[in-house]
Each structure stands twice: as C-alpha cells, then as structure tokens.
C-alpha cells in the first residue's frame, strides 16, 4: 500500500481504476488487480477531496473493504446499506461517478451522502448514523417475502453502533432470522484488544466453507441426541470467545466472525464471499484504521475527519476567492460563543452539566471537557439517551446543558416532550446548525426545529441575532427554571462584541432595531441581518423579535397598529414556525392586518453554501425585498 504524507495537487495516475465502468468488473480481478485498485482509489480519494473539500478520514479507512464489498457482491442487485455516509465516498468512486467527485458537496454537484435518488447503486438516504441495520434488515424481509435471492450488508461503524437504534435492529434481526450480513467497521479500540495472528486465523477457519458444512453435518448428526447440541453449541461459543467478542452478538441471534484485518484485502474478500452465501443472520467484525494510507490523518484521525478543499495560492482567482471570504466573516463562531459561555457558567455555578451526544468538537467543548471533566458527559450518538439523562439530572437539582444540532435533536424529540416539558424540568438546550447548514445537504439542515419546539407547552425558545445575543440568550435559558432552547446558526456571526459578563436577556422581550413607514419587518434570529438592509430600501421598521416562544405580544400589537402590513423572516420552515406563532397571535386578539411570512419553503433544501441556498429558498435580501414589493403590487 502506498503511503501519502501530502494530499495530490493533481490528479493521479490511476489507469486500472479508470477501466471500472462499474463495479463489476472487480468480480473478476485478482487479489493483485484488486491491492493496485485499492491504492489507485486511495490516491484519487486524497486527490478530490483535496479538490472538493469534505469527510477525508472515514473514506480513507475503508478502500480494501469498499473494494472487497463490490468484489463480493453482485451491486446494485444485491444490496449494501451504508451507515453515516461519512465512509461512502470510495463507493461513490466506483459505481460510476468517479469524474463527479470534485464536484461533490457542491451545489449542483454530489451529495455529501448516499442518496437514492443520484444513484442505483445508494441504496438508501443517509446523513444521520444508525440507520443501516434497521433499514438493511427491511431489504431483507422483503427479498425474503418477494422470494428474491438477493443478499443484503449493512456497514456500520464502531461509533454508530452504540445507538440504541441499532441494537434494536440486531435483536430483531436474530428473532426474524434474516439472511442479513452485518459488517462492524472498528476503527477505534473500544470493543475488543484481540487483533493478531491467532484471531485472523481464527477467522479464517470460521468463515471457511469446510467449517461451516462440519458445523452445519455436526448439528443434524447430534440433533438426536439427547442435550449434545446444546453441549456443542455452548462448547463452540465459548471456544470462540476466547479470542473475540462473540459472545454478545451469537446470544442475540448472529454468527460472529472476526476481528480481522479490515486492509488485508485477500483475507476481507474471502470472509466477505463465504459470508456472502450463508443463511441467517452474520456479524463480520473488521479492524481499520481511520485516515488509512495518509499519514497526518492517520495520527490525527479527528482533525481529519473533513476538511476544506485545498487553496492554491499561485492561483489568483482562487486566492482572490480566499480573500473574499475571509473579509466577509469577520465574527466569532457561535459554537465558540457557546464553549466559551458554558465554562464561565461552570465557574459560577457547580451545579452546571455539560451533555453532548458525540459532538464535543462540533459543539466546542473540548475546553469544557477538559476543564470540567466530572461534569463532562459524552453519551456516545444516543440523542434520546443525551436528554432523558438530562432530564434524571434535573430531577436531582442539578442545571444540566444538552449542547446538540438541530436535526439530531429530532430524534431526542418524544424524550423532550415527555421526560423533560411534561414533567418542566429544568433543561437547558444549545441548538447548533440551525437553519440551512450549507454542504452536508438536506439531512443536516435545522429547517424545522422553531416548528417542533414552538407547539411544546411551556417551552421557551430563542433565537439571537448576534453573538453577544447568543451569549446574553443562554444565560437568560439557564436560569429559567424550566425546559428552554436557544437555536443558534452555523459558522460565523455578524462580528458584534461579546461581552464578558452573564448577564441575562429578558425572555419575550422584542428590540426595535429601525422605525419606518408602512412595513414593519419581525426578524427572528439569523435573518435579521438581511432583514436591517431590506428596511433600509423599503423604509421600513425593523425589529429583532428575539424570542420564539414566547413572543413579544406588545410589539407586535403596536406593530400591527402603525403599520400596513407585517412580515415575519425566519430561518425556519414557514409551516407552524415563529410567523404562525405571530399569526396566531393576532387572530386571537381578533387584529385584522395584512401579514407575509416569509421563511423555508415547503421543500428539503439541496446541499450548497449558505449564500445559494438562501438565495435559491428566497431568503437574501434581494429576494426578500422582491417578494415584498409584490405583495405590495
């Protein structure tokens, strides 16, 4: 294999992989053909994302298994389901759109993930983890209802796999007895330490042809006698533990082979096609390393587990294009404004949690955990767990934070309705990557999190402006002695300063930010930067309604007084979002005023920057100030 310590500038010599108009063609190759496949892959991995930008580390780790998979089976009839979509970027190289990978995260350009709509061979959606057991297990029970041949590998990675969803779907599948292979991507230490030579051959002999025919004649032989099967089965198992985590996965139903060496490719394509051909459920554990073949990243595999696309300074345009962009944010990162806040809270307050389900750099708090480190949880990607755990705590009189990104808050959803809003619990919620998050596409939007937390009773949700609003916003959240959230957008603020005390924002309080005639503009968090140059042209009033829920009830009523007509701007889908909630309002205080809500349309946005994507949903200031001139006529 060959060893990279810098990511290609250009494109690679790869003339073997160039031949691959599908997968197909690998059925026929030998390990040799196979071993110049894997590096040629490897070597234009680095390259496109070093052009596109993306996950870098995860795609690495798994070249030999992808290759192995589409040398094992026969895609896109039979079926491999891909969890995360982090680690799919060689599948997406060799199913035939290896000359669109440049173009991927971009707008227009290829999904960050797998999606069934760009490919037969993605065989289903996915941006969140988890998911492919559940999902791979349903391809089965119906090829088994359709009386279809078809086999079916779920890949899921140690990390995915501590999610309760996924346990779930293991146990089911041992129930239902599904000819369902599992294969485990362990790229971290944390399941089991045998990894060497006894166990590879241990391997070897379990997924071996002659084992399984004497293990399938042994079985039919002493079935007649009486209590030898059970002896036998008991005596395999423990046999097999011995050497590997078995034992957990043959209780729930699962033949367990493994580990073995997920980059000896002779070794993970045999165990692949005698796996490939046995019935009942299968469980193949594979070791990997993440960020294989690329030395930085393989010793630093979270820094690189994405990356932004390589600046080439000799080239003007693109320089140029850096220079812009860098003088466009000149603010903090609400992420940091909240790392930075929950350790001056800590400080204050002992009584403060710190909670994150598996998002510690994401969210910033790295220096929390480290600071802080008994009050530090990381639950692993178990977002129910995360906020029912939060909710025992508050129990107890503690001031837990759960610090999460709006669409993984979606799945902690009945959890926040039922352990923490039924019972007003004191929980506080930091809600990162709300609204359009830009590249990741249509899984990671936060398009729909003013909507699902409005309709809940007693919850109060906010939304800041600016950073030192972020700040202010989340001091204000912790110390309401009930459920609340503070919805904060990705990447950058406005540039506005931060102040250094915790101070607290009054909850429902509006600030009007410009006085005008005729329109008055209520913008709700992120857009009332665009909402400030839109009043500008119009004349309009502006004024940053700050809270969500509950609104400012005063400000809205004198705004419907002295002006013709309201907009309302959010980052949010238009549906029950914070313009329904001022519709609401002014219905029940029986006020007649023309009103235009404008926010998300009733669509998943595509995956592009911010700017497009804003742009493209109608939400820059150009857009806006056009579609309320037309309102005007």
């Known amino acids: 294999m060959k060893l990279f310590d810098t990511i290609p500038t250009e494109r690679p010599f790869t003339p073997l992989l160039d031949t691959l108009d599908s997968p197909a063609a690998l059925h026929a190759m030998s390990t040799e053909q196979l071993k110049r496949i894997a590096d040629e892959l490897r070597a234009y991995l680095l390259y496109s994302v070093g052009v596109s930008g993306g996950h870098f580390g995860a795609g690495l780790g798994v070249v030999e298994l992808t290759v192995a998979l589409h040398h ?23 199913t035939g759109r290896r000359e669109q990978m440049t173009s991927i995260r971009r707008y227009g350009g290829l999904a960050a993930f797998p999606r069934r709509t760009e490919s037969e061979y993605d065989t289903f959606g996915v941006g969140h983890s988890s998911t492919s057991i559940s999902a791979a297990l349903g391809m089965a029970l119906a090829a088994r209802s359709q009386g279809e041949e078809r086999r079916v590998c779920a890949i899921i990675g140690d990390g995915a796999l501590t999610a309760g969803m996924a346990f779930e779907a293991l146990a089911h599948a041992g129930h239902v007895n599904a000819n369902l292979l599992v294969v485990l991507n362990d790229n971290e230490m944390s399941i089991s330490e045998n990894v060497g030579g006894m166990a590879s051959y241990l391997a070897r002999i379990l997924v071996s042809k002659p084992y ?55 070794t993970l394509s045999q165990a692949l096609r005698s796996m490939r051909d046995l019935d009942g459920p299968q469980f193949l554990h594979i070791k990997t390393c993440k960020g294989r073949g690329f ?26 294009q850096g220079a812009k962009k860098a003088a466009a944010v000149p603010g903090k990162k609400y992420c940091s404004v909240f790392g930075d806040w929950i350790c001056d809270m800590a400080a204050v307050d002992e009584r403060l949690i710190g909670i994150t389900p598996a998002m510690r750099e994401g969210s910033d708090m790295v220096r929390f955990s480290q600071q802080y480190a008994e009050r530090y949880y990381d639950v692993a990607i178990a977002e129910q767990h995360a906020v029912t755990l939060a909710a025992g705590m508050a129990c107890e009189e503690m001031k837990p934070i759960v610090a999460i990104y709006s669409t993984f808050l979606q799945r902690g959803y009945d959890q926040l309705i039922h352990d923490v809003a039924v019972q007003d619990l004191d929980v506080t919620f930091a809600i990162d990557r709300a609204g359009l998050v830009g590249e990741d596409g249509p899984t990671h939007h936060g398009a729909l999190d003013l909507s699902y937390l409005r309709c809940v009773p007693g919850m109060v949700v906010l939304a800041p402006a600016d950073e030192a609003e972020c700040r202010a916003m989340l001091s204000a959240a912790y110390h309401h002695p009930g459920p609340a959230a503070v919805r904060y957008p990705r990447g950058t603020g406005p540039g506005a ?34 909402a400030a140059e839109v009043a500008e042209r119009l004349d309009a009033s502006h004024i940053n309604m700050r809270s969500v829920k509950p609104l400012d009830r005063d400000a809205i009523l004198a705004a419907a007084r002295d002006h013709q007509l309201l907009v309302t701007l959010e980052e949010n889908v238009v549906a029950g979002g914070a313009g329904s909630g001022v519709n609401e309002l002014l219905a029940a205080e029986g006020v007649q005023v023309a009103i235009l809500n404008l926010g998300l349309p009733d669509v998943f946005a595509e995956h592009g920057k911010p700017v497009e994507l804003l742009r493209d949903c109608g939400l820059d200031a150009d857009s806006l100030e056009s579609a309320i001139r037309q309102r005007l006529g």
């Open 72 to 94: 094992a089976f026969n895609t896109p009839y039979d079926r491999l389901v891909w969890d995360v979509g982090h680690q799919a970027y060689p599948h997406k190289i060799l």
């Open 212 to 266: 399984q025919s004497m293990r399938e004649n042994s079985k039919k032989v002493l079935s007649h006698l009486p209590g030898a099967l059970e002896l036998a089965r008991r005596t395999e198992e423990h046999v097999k533990g011995m050497v590997s985590p078995a034992t957990l996965f043959e209780e729930m139903g699962f033949n367990y082979v493994g580990p073995i060496d997920g980059h000896d490719l002779e």
């Open 295 to 320: 030395l930085p990243a393989e010793s630093d595999p979270i820094g690189y587990h994405a990356i932004t696309k390589l600046e080439k300074p000799s080239d003007p345009e693109t320089a140029s």
């Open 497 to 530: 300063e931060i102040p250094s005390h915790l101070e607290a924002l009054p909850i429902g309080k509006a600030e009007s930010r410009r006085s005008g005639k005729g329109i008055a503009l209520l913008a709700f968090g992120s857009l009332n930067g665009p």
